[in-house]
């Protein structure tokens, strides 16, 4: 199957590309880039030096790659600048996988609030949000995939089915993310200076981080009721992950073996999702370059609270790994194809 | 005035020793290291080279330190080593600034449960907890002075205040902690390697940490009433620093007019801590090497809780600063003499 | 063919395991060490966490693991031990890949100076030491392989053809080297604890380092006669990677076009040796995780020397990747399986 | 007396700032900056909260300035500016330490080659370099003065006085340097994102870094005779720091101990420069915040070369505390005044 991936010079698109490249079963056909159009793959990004397979960037033309013959797109693009490729490739049949937040949002209005208008409405119809674990059966035949977000991943997989089974409140969520820098992607900015970053833990994005749209959206999903939070995103000085903590009150009788014994029945057998023993906490540096989420609990009688706890690496489970994932499930290769190493 | 201490070898104890060095009106008399007796300070302090004034290690003999003419004591040992050292220098007249745990907490149960058995619990009613900008009238008459946690200093500053003004609820608090590796003091531990540390964020000591004694008896007497809180305290990949976070429910009523007015009242005038203008949040980075605590607040309409978060540096304004601070207030010295750079 | 790992509790082994359960042609059989023996693989290497394959540790029993069906060995302990090891392998007809250094000098003068007496010395002449794209021919048929160290790959592929062409001085070499603090192994010493490494770039090591000895051998044998070379090794505050820079008088006539011929004489269509293009230099960020080196050199008409630098993984074409790459060419596997992602 | 930092927005203007500040014996009356003219200093620099003495920046209006009745500027502005405001301040009378390269190279046809134009040539016969521990007799008189650059900082002090002693040969002199990443000034370039940084260690500027110009006349000078060298800078993970090792052939009999006694003989009673023991290697990481130089030397028997090594933090002795050493030499301050904490 031939794939291209649309908008590769950020740090997930670099990371789609090194996970496409080594896939046993896709041909990575096209890569596009309006910046480096001409210039080899491995010149804009050293580390495939030699791995490149001869690819060079091409121009980002949507009506050319409509008419192609590559059978999906990846989008790493921006939000709003994937919602005008998507309209240009779905017409022509081809298969998309989204990894903006364009068609993560089901709801108009809510996607309008954090990210302004929609430059695409009408195609919402045709997406589906798929978080691979958590996501509903029939998504499959959408041709329209949005890949959650790197927070959205962190908390969903273990706050999702506990919600789903009633054994959290909904009320009182606090969420605590801590992100490394490549969270920001590759952006030109002084915040982002490596004498800015080091050595310093911060808050950032406290009440309006633009990912609590999706991240609320889908807990309402699974919750079958709205579900508010508390999010405090924070950057910590390192390059990849996210470790979330998540503080919930038990609903009343819940105890942590209900906790663990959901969190089986949603992931055993799943590759991508390891709960770990108790007393064990997950570590970003345990799950980086993997796309693996690593998910822990603890239940403290003292407050009542349950403590939750998860790791993930922001720019593969958190993105580029995930939407390898979903590529895999969609067309019928096994599973961990290309993201085991 | 002539100053010493006692058990100089960990982190805490080096940066006690460098502001002490540069303190104004202070000599500092004698260090000791039952390690290191007899080395210049600077052969284990590199960072002193050229600058410890030819003092050497001394041993740590509780009997001639009592015998000596030394005025004031700064006790950078372990828990349970200080109370041993306290008991000796206290009846000669002595006066101490103990920065470990074993005079933090007044109720001696709560103290056994964390930390064991406490070996000189005879010495309580001599002993003051003191985290200056918030300790009660008349504690400078103890002659035995506990100097406050790092993780205690980062949470009480910011909410004290609040709890005694009722502006938040004494429920639902979630803090959570990202401190520097420090922390850990000097510990040759798999664990603290740097291999292990860097590009790792990761939650510890959940539901159990030691300093919840200390923290949660200090906000119940600022609130009048017990106060229970759920602390998540982390290990991010830097050296020092630590970025609190408080999840809290505003009380009936409560703005954040009102809590930027609580924190006017109780530290306008104090030169190390610093209340942030909306918008903006702490930042380690921005307070490593100082003795001073920035704190900023959010209110969020749609959960009804405040979002408040702080930074310090854990070595500083954690723990040696801190002492120095006590000690310029306790004997008169200009309240920032020694710790302004 | 099956495959074992012996003494895996080091950073090195823990890479070599990764590559080697997702290598596409082996089956890992076995992995020892003394003391995990008993526990599955991920939980002493959490990274491995759904993809150990459920394997577990075993006990370091020579002689049981002479006596079973493995056909290869990997040795990855520390010298001394590789050897009373290698004893009980090669006689009953194991192949052995030895990334210690008790095989690497195959002067045993030499080895004794740098690493005291040898505990195999009758074993030499069955091993050779084995950079792959140096070998010379015929290494396939030795049983007992010696895998470079990290340094010195660094070192030979840039200066190695260089010397064995005559287009460099034997005399004035000066090689300075900045490695990432994994190359000191899992050492649980208060020189590797974060607070100590952070922020710290130092030079150790100088005049007597152990790799010294196996570097001058190779150069040695390279140049056609002796070389003795001035190496500084330095530690960075960095996980993973080596970057070196070589300082050499050009030969008489030598240009940089001849340089760059000599490398493409020597590694043209080998796919981990990657010439850089004139004006770029390696950088250790872009080999992280890869078997590659890359190599540059420029010319200094102004001193008469050639600077030339190289970077790689330590963990990597440093030691483990390049024990894979090692096992590839010697079994007859594709150069590259299991080594790219 | 009455002090002004010209250009106070960068790293190196920041720590000035700064010094300047907690500085017993002058006051700092104008700090300016075009970009930041009316904000409070701590708007800009946070780590100066609560301890600005509620400053703002000023507008860079030369004349204006030199109308004041402000004694000494400093400039820390880029090369070229620099050169004009020396010339509206010096006919005012007005005293400046540059920290631009503009003035540090006596010679502008060596300038001219590294630089490009020099603005105000016809001021270069009243500027003096002034190393403080290497300066000739007599510089005091001079009205500007030219600060050190950080590499030549940490490759002058070791190097010049052996040379003007004839201890080493000068040839094949080879320099290797390693910067921490606040080196390249506050420049928000994609090259130094954190994310690019961290983990990354790797040569650059090879053959041509504009302070060759600065080290090689000042070498020259000690010497008695041209010399010519081998500069090899390198960035490493790190925000501050400079590690440079020096590979010198010995002269014909030299030996450690006379290495050492040069250095005495230059630098007994110099609180800035330190002489490790033998065996022992600087480490940034204890120079850290501090206006020291450590250095140290090694014999090789082997290779005949003294290998010298030194430390200082880039932003201190390498930049504005070297300029504050000089302000205090210059104007009958004690040499440590402000530069010990």
Same sequence: chains 1, 2, 3, 4.
């Avoid at 096209?30 to 030096?49: E, M």
């Avoid at 693009?77 to 017409?91: M, N, Y």
């Amino acid at each position: 199957m031939k794939v291209g991936v649309i908008g590769a010079s950020g740090y997930s698109g670099e990371v789609l590309v090194r996970l496409l490249l080594g896939h046993p079963s896709v041909a990575l056909s096209a890569v596009t880039s309006r910046q480096h159009a001409g210039k080899p793959l491995s010149q804009v990004i050293p580390a495939l030096r030699g791995q490149d397979k001869g690819l060079r960037f091409v121009d980002s033309d949507p009506a050319a790659l409509a008419a192609g013959d590559i059978d999906l797109f990846f989008l790493a693009l921006p939000h709003g600048a994937a919602a005008t490729f998507a309209r240009a490739l779905l017409p022509a049949g081809k298969k998309v996988i989204d990894l903006s937040a364009d068609f993560r949002v089901a709801d108009l209005a809510t996607y309008t609030k954090y990210y302004g208008e929609h430059r695409a409405p009408e195609l919402l119809p045709q997406a589906r949000y798929v978080l691979p674990e958590l996501a509903p059966d029939g998504w499959e035949s959408f041709p329209l995939i949005a890949a959650p977000g790197c927070y959205p991943t962190s908390i969903l997989l273990p706050l999702a089915p506990l919600l789903r089974d009633g054994l959290v409140s909904r009320e009182h969520i606090v969420v605590n993310s801590f992100s490394g820098v490549s969270g920001a992607g590759r952006k030109v900015d002084e915040a982002y200076l490596y004498v800015e970053r080091t050595e310093s833990a911060k808050a950032y994005g406290l009440l309006k981080h633009r990912h609590l749209s999706e991240i609320e959206e889908q807990l309402g999903i699974h919750a079958g009721r709205p579900v508010v939070i508390q999010f405090n995103p924070h950057l910590a000085p390192m390059r990849r992950g996210i470790a979330t903590t998540i503080t919930v009150p038990a609903a009343p009788g819940a105890t942590l073996e209900a906790i663990l014994g959901s969190w089986r029945r949603a992931y055993d057998g799943r590759p991508f999702v390891q709960i770990l023993a108790a007393g064990e906490t997950p570590d970003t540096a345990y799950v980086t370059g993997t796309n693996r989420a690593d998910i822990a609990a603890a239940h403290d009688a003292r407050t009542g609270n349950f403590v939750i706890t998860s790791a993930i690496d922001n720019l593969v489970k958190g993105a580029s790994g995930q939407a390898v994932q979903i590529m895999n499930l969609r067309f019928g290769f096994p599973e961990t194809a290309g993201l085991l190493h």
